[in-house]
């Protein structure tokens, strides 16, 4: 299969890595969430090449998650801002850079600390939104609806196994 075909799967994360499953993507969404607005601040905080950039933004444009704003206009330059589809994507961030805080530590401690409009610095954690307790792994099952098992089963042309319900491993 291509890179390109994993965007019509019948699943929401290959749809999702679809549009931000790339490493430089990634550097440039974390460069949005830290208000980085313009082509030279995104480059020079990332170190990919021009034409990464210029292509990965374009693409994140295209896909609705940044948009293009003119800023000056004779010459004419642009900055981009994350829009709704984009601020959404926050959840995602932050869950990468608290899972590289863990396993991958520097030794000077983390390099960003989040601090909530409280003034109270944070790790993100997922509860459930109906009984505020913990929703881990290990505390929710994954359901596959029937109409994902039938596109599954098709996309893969009858071959490998068929989704089912999945539970977190429980430690016990």
Known sequence: MRWNDI???HCSIAKALSVVGDRWTLLLMREAFMRTRRFED???NTGASRAIVADRLRQLVDDGVLTKVAYQHNPERFEYRLTDKGLDFYPVM???MTWGDRWMPL???PPVTLTHDCGHDFH????CPHCREDA???RVRATVSPAAREAWAVERGGRGTQPRSVQGERDG
């Open 94 to 96: 932050t869950a990468l």
């Open 124 to 127: 993100p954690v997922q509860v």
């Open 42 to 44: 995104f480059q020079a």
């Open 7 to 9: 965007r019509d799967y």
């Open 107 to 109: 030794e000077d401690g």
């Open 136 to 138: 881990g792994p290990t």
